[in-house]
């Protein structure tokens, strides 16, 4: 039976791991109970907590919960693995290589409907996504007709040593490594999407990925949507544009550890009314600044409700990932093109 | 033969034909020697030139140049007409309806060798475009990547009132009507493209015609390229975004009678060295200013100085127009989805 | 007897002369009689309207109101002489060169109770801040607390050659040429002020008169409000914030022909209320975007209206003109300090 | 005889205190020794250090340095107390309440050359200020015409609660607070005034010291200067303009822990050559972002360097303290206005 305190043992102690260890160390009714990293024992040290050689000892310890920061290609696993061992998963983005990896992990959740199983889409609990999310529900806005997303990263002058550039270990480039973020969010706000097209190429890295793909998709409905995921944006960019009947709403910037993709904004502008001839192409608009993130924090909590009073994951769950993944597979169908200089 | 002075007639008195007699009057070496615009007799009344009741009698008069300012349908049958009447022919954009159209113009262009035949893409005139030119052929930002591109106007409450939303007068929506613009400076900047896939749909209007059109586009080298074209930018929007591999260039703002595309500026990056740690994801940028539009002066006095010195166009030729409406027609392949409210 | 249409002369046909005769023109209860500018006979020739030689042949024709746009030193003799000869007059600003200049200008006002007297302070009616003002009125911002102003120009190569800056010709500086315009503005904003304190220099040109000025007042209520105004602003500026209890009006840019001070735009923020903890030192803000400018109509419009209905001037009075002089008189009791490099 | 290692002891461990606390512990040559401050011994508790019920055993004890971050009316009596026992002494910024708090702090250090005195202005080492001071000392914006500075944050609910606000501990306000930052900054770039004009009031909040000042400013050799410190700035923040003979310079936004003063960016304009028309107004700019904030680490580095290795402070000295402090002396020379709702 569930304490009220979830032990929670991590999985991979790079980036990732180190935040889900300040979130969990964050949380009052969280507790870490050990981490698994050989790579990283120096850091893990510090922690003060147990640490374990290989993953499965600290699976099979008694946790209730692990957090998998591993590289994609461990994930399935891993996950695999502790789910048949009656552990609560959280999954980091992006979920594995393919849409065959998720599939496999969303199997093992419903052979085992007692544990909990999420994905981490963090972006979706930001607070410029957030807010947008609700403007739009409220409905003055009227209904979305367009998207338009651009997620950019300039690589480092070492980003061809990167294991997220090594397609055995990742599964993918850019697309599935921060697009995937951007995609999530497309869902987010239109759903599913029935007509996808996708170029990518590989333009000015020596890797075997891509580092650069274009996007565009189309809903049941009739919406439209259109991505640039980007590994020479040698400025960091984030920009979601949603267009609506009546206005529109912007997300620029994003909150980071950083700093280095600029401060989040929300633009909202709306349609000007018939008689304010003088604002047609120009309405006034509103702009919302944000200069604290919770969406880890959120994410966590969300992971540890869900456990305590057992109710189903709601953002972040298997079908999100499975469908976002279903995306970048149909993306994936279309050859990588090796710039010609 | 020629005289040292051009005289011209216009044909079409609206928007753009206004535009253009002022371009003429302003020009050291052309003479405004007519205009015929049926419906605009009392507009055309204090040029003081003559005016003319139907455009054959224009082009019959004693000039030596046209310029076809009229709504697309009509555009084909004035230009060959005059062509074969041995008149120089400046087509305003979109220069007809559909690839057969312009084709049916170069067809009469090279059976007359000796006329001078422009079509008007103005934008590669634009000082944002031909700084940016300038600085990318210069060669310090290396050679150009990815191409990104918005073009956005807000469709006014009698948007489907307008001719330009009439498929038979018009042959196409907003990207025949605007988004042209913007894929013609894609290649102005790539060249040709081997790949192109798109998508449109009729999201906000009643209109028979696309208001919103998602496209992606690859070079043969292997150069990426994305636009939207779209009437529900309830914020007029005009923002060519050109990733290159040392750095990029982002022309945003676009000069205009109204200036409500905001303040034209291009803005510079540049890839931070190695050495340059605290900048990755954050260089240091240029930028620079414009508040004056030469667009349509130099468009006019590129077509007096070719007929001037008989020297083949360079800017707007029917290549460029061929190869445009090529793009076009191909994106026209898919179909056009109604938004399903 | 006053006839419906209004006959104007304009004496000077400078840069302001013809944006105001384009402002008759356009105005339906308007009539330009005739125009005096010795230097600018050419110009004028097109206008197709009477010449005058000398100015009093102007004033003394058949003409109701006369336009003064002549260099300062001029001002005073024409506006008093035409009072005398009951002709409405508009003055452009600066009213003259100094204080008793428009002291004689008033004193001839008062004895002729028929004219309708205006001075051209049109930055009043200029967009962003009628909508500010009507902002503030509202009382939604509470009452004003501070006020910064900047106006700044970047003074050309010939700079010192203008005879605005011969002090004999203008009676002053940039502070008297430029700065008036915000100095008019905090008073109308906030009334009259008690305390004046400036400096001014001569920083970077080889003129007489003052190239930076730096002003802070305070009203009787207690308002901060505090000027820099300067011609070696290479980057022209206008930025107007205004402090309010509740939050703040932020006018920058400002619409003119060149578009050279930028698009104008008007912000507002709120002050956070007590639970917004996120949002303490960044408030959400509005913005205002302006494109179009009417203050030289409305100006315009607001001379002819007192003038056909006889109602008293309320927008650019005398007394408006003898309260800004004032200040800039207190300021020039300073010494102006030439910069020593 | 000095170690290698130098033992810091903190005096007063709120918001100031802790960050010290930070820097102190990041520095290879350093080593925190030693925290009192009887009201937050809990969280003195965590760092692991001795903890001294009162300063005076802390100066006592076994260190070699102290760091001052009391509240200002403290901070004499430690700094002299600390300095005659041999100690270096760090002393936040204000150095004090008035200008003989200083000089008493600058008599101490007089009699004991072998002690380093620093004061904390660290914004003298933010990176936008270091660019800045480097681009102008190199010459190519020419000399420095004019200097333009806002300090603004908006005061809390609760601001009339803060001892900042309490005149017997703070000596001041706003001004004494966080303007002197500026005012600090203006004597880094442009030396000594020789003449100052201030005002300043308490406009909005229920408290015995001002809330927002200006002041205007002179060198000796003819710059003019001007500040506006504000604790009724609801949006945060920080805005220096630099105005050059043949440029200029701004910086805008100030890195901090909560990010509330925006990104801090230096732009840099240059005046257009004469050659340059269309520029005129409009100066091409470049724009630098910083996302990470050296400047408490530099400030602790040239502490530790100093004493390490027997140099003299060259920045944040006792001589920029009396200076600074005595501007303010001369703006509060003028009387405090209350206004009047």
Known sequence: MMSSTI????IGYGYMGQIRARNIQAH?????AGVSDPGRA?????LNVPVYENWEDLVNSDI?????????FLIPEIAVYAMHRKRHVFCEKPPGRNYSDIKMIRDAELADPG???IFGFNHRHHPGITDAKAIIESGSLGGILTLRGVYGKGGGYDYHTSWRNNISVSGGGILLDQGIHMLDLFRYFVGDFVEIKGMRGITAFNIEVEDNSVVILRTAKGQLAQLHSSAT??????????????GYAIISGLLSKTGSYGRETLVIGRRPSPNEKMAVGNPREETIYYDHDPSWDIEIGHFAECILENKPIEKGTS?????VMQIIDEVYQAPIVHMNK
């Open 7 to 10: 032990k929670v043992g991590i």
């Open 28 to 32: 009052s009714a969280m507790e870490l």
């Open 42 to 46: 120096a850091e893990i040290q510090s």
């Open 64 to 72: 209730d919960a692990v957090i998998v920061c591993t590289p994609n």
């Open 115 to 117: 544990v909990k199983l």
């Open 233 to 246: 944006s040698w400025k960091h960019l984030f920009r979601l544009e949603i267009g609506c009947e009546k």
């Open 319 to 323: 079908i999100d990932a499975l469908k």
